[in-house]
């Protein structure tokens, strides 16, 4: 029964011969309805998927929004800053990131946050704490052009028993090496949508990757 290159012979009833002709290029031999044949593979869904890419220069301290980055199809997401840093030059910024929503609305309350410093040059240490506050801070040192300050940031989304969104990472400034890990949650459900970011008292600058994990 063969007729081309290629060509496989199975059994189609018993002792029967039949033939398979060969399939198209990269196709795989698989099984349909109980006898061989080809298929073309699923595509394997990528389990990081990029969101949201965004550079910012000189912007206001309220308004470098990153809004319709969250949804239902992810339960959480990785949040990279790729440089931050203070427009103006000031030095010693305070680094602060707030939830967006409905419309959208900035989250101005309920927020926990912990975070603690360990600057390399001098081997010092801090732990700075803040209960029921209106934002996140997640750099206490956010610094000049020449200093920028680098982060990663996991966002959870209503993934614990308790309806709050959970934050968590860590991040690096340049040249005054200090390393800031940071720990904190907001306890007030909603679905959020985005998030804000912005400093204690200058303009800021810099890059922001937001991206969706996949949950299977």
Do not use: H
């Not at 720990?183 to 459900?189: A, C, E, H, P």
């Amino acid at each position: 029964p063969l007729t081309t290159t290629g060509d496989i012979i199975y059994s189609s009833s018993g002792s029967t011969a039949a033939r398979l002709g060969i399939g198209s290029s990269a196709q795989v031999l698989t099984v349909a309805s109980g006898i061989p044949s080809w298929a073309t593979p699923a595509t394997a869904s990528s389990g990081l998927v990029l969101i949201s890419r965004q550079t910012f220069t000189n912007v206001a301290t309220t308004t470098t929004t990153f809004d319709s980055v969250f949804s239902s199809t992810y339960g959480s997401y990785i949040i990279s800053i790729e440089n931050a840093f203070s427009a103006s030059g000031t030095s010693g910024d305070d680094f602060y990131m707030q939830l967006r929503y409905a419309g959208p609305t900035t989250q101005a309350a309920s927020y926990i946050w912990t975070n603690s410093t360990y600057t390399m040059a001098t081997g010092a240490n801090a732990l700075t704490f803040a209960n029921g506050v209106n934002q996140w801070q997640i750099s206490g040192d956010m610094n000049t052009t020449s200093e920028r300050f680098a982060g990663m940031y996991n966002l959870y989304l209503r993934e614990s028993t308790t309806p709050r969104v959970e934050i968590a990472g860590r991040g690096l400034s340049g040249s005054s090496g200090k390393a800031v890990d940071v720990f904190g949650y907001v306890y007030t459900d909603r679905d959020y949508t985005g998030f804000i970011l912005s400093s204690s008292s200058s303009n800021i600058s810099g890059t922001v990757a937001v991206y969706g994990l996949a949950t299977v």
